[in-house]
Every structure is written in structure tokens, then in C-alpha cells.
């Protein structure tokens, strides 16, 4: 932590961009103060509570299907109306990159309340597995990663034609077609 002395007994010390860590729903973190401490060990000076905002991550993956309407219900302490989420893609070292975009699909997405957005209907795309991130206003940047978003539904197959009379068979790819 670094700290910087403003004069006058008053030090600043800068805690950084949080982007893990657990926002207890019904507790704070208790900050304290040590002379010279060694690494752990000589905190022993109670100077005060810190509370964290902002959503738990998720305890499973957001799962949403082609053709019904997708929302994304949240857990976490001091979540407010003008939060928002977003779908990410993920390149190869799992690093966010572009908001993926879908037909009737909404991303970004702000809250209809605190805890509940509707990402829309999405009617077509590229089924398989994104990023779903939180954000909180003034957005800066998409910086919590809160876990998995699922698209399940086939990929587009384009136009098949049958002869009445023959066998007939059709192949479909994509994610989640069998549940």
C-alpha cells in the first residue's frame, strides 16, 4: 500500500482499483493500523470498517437460449438501479475484448433493479461460451468479471431442401441443442 504524508498528521495511503474480492452481504472488512508491522503480524491498532459494494460472482453459469428472452438476476451488497452488465468475447488468455453484439440482444445492459437485467431477445448469433461482466455508473471500464454467460441454440444452417417420398435427415451445430 502506498502511503503519502500530506502534513499536519494526516497520510494518504492509496488502496488501489478493487476488482476481486467478496462484498459481504452483512459485514465490513476492519481496517487496521500497525507501527512498522512485519508483513501480517503487528496490525494491531483498530482504526475503522471499510464497506465493499458491488456484486457476488456467480455460483453457476448464465445460461440464455436463442429465441427467449435472457435476463441475469444478481447478488451482492449496495447494488444500485444505474449498475450495468456486459456480454465480453475472450481471446485465447482469457482476456475481455469486444461486446458481442446478436440481433434483438441488449449490451450493455442497465438494470430494470438493482439486482435484475434484461439482456433482450436474442434471435440470432454465434451460440458458445462469453464473459459477463458488471460495471458500476459513471461506468470507466469493464473491470469485474462476475463469471460465464452461455448462448445455447444452433448455429445458422441456411436453406435444406427434402424430396417427399426420401429419407430425410438434418444436421444442426451448436450449443446446448440437447438439455
Same mark, same amino acid.
Given at each position: 500500500v502506498a502511503a503519502q504524508d500530506?502534513? *499536519?498528521g494526516v497520510v494518504t495511503f492509496s488502496l488501489g482499483v478493487a476488482i476481486a474480492g467478496l462484498p459481504f452481504l452483512s459485514g465490513e472488512y476492519r481496517l487496521c493500523w500497525g507501527d512498522d508491522p512485519a508483513d501480517d503480524v503487528g496490525f494491531d491498532q483498530d482504526v475503522g470498517f471499510l464497506t465493499? %459494494? !458491488?456484486?457476488?460472482?456467480?455460483?453457476? *453459469?448464465?445460461?440464455?437460449i436463442l429465441g427467449r428472452v435472457c435476463s441475469v438476476e444478481l447478488?451482492?451488497?449496495?447494488?444500485?438501479?444505474?449498475?450495468?452488465?456486459?456480454?465480453?468475447?475472450?481471446? *485465447?488468455? #482469457?482476456?475481455?475484448?469486444? /461486446?458481442v453484439s446478436f440481433p434483438g440482444f441488449v449490451n450493455p445492459a442497465n438494470g430494470t433493479t438493482p439486482s435484475r437485467f434484461?439482456? !433482450? /431477445?436474442?434471435?440470432? #448469433?454465434?451460440? !458458445?461460451?462469453?464473459?459477463?461482466?458488471? #460495471?458500476r455508473s459513471?461506468?470507466? &471500464?469493464?473491470?469485474?468479471?462476475? #463469471? %460465464?454467460?452461455?448462448?445455447h441454440g444452433p448455429d445458422y444452417f441456411g436453406n435444406h431442401t427434402f424430396s417427399l417420398g426420401?429419407? &430425410?435427415t438434418l444436421t444442426l451445430q451448436g450449443v446446448g441443442l440437447l438439455r
Open positions: 500530506a502534513g *499536519d465493499v %459494494s !458491488g456484486p457476488l460472482p456467480l455460483s453457476e *453459469d448464465i445460461i440464455c447478488v451482492g451488497r449496495d447494488l444500485l438501479a444505474n449498475d450495468r452488465v456486459a456480454v465480453l468475447e475472450m481471446i *485465447d488468455e #482469457g482476456e475481455p475484448t469486444n /461486446l434484461i439482456l !433482450g /431477445l436474442p434471435v440470432a #448469433g454465434k451460440p !458458445g461460451e462469453y464473459a459477463l461482466y458488471w #460495471g459513471p461506468f470507466s &471500464s469493464w473491470n469485474i468479471q462476475l #463469471g %460465464s454467460f452461455i448462448l426420401e429419407p &430425410s
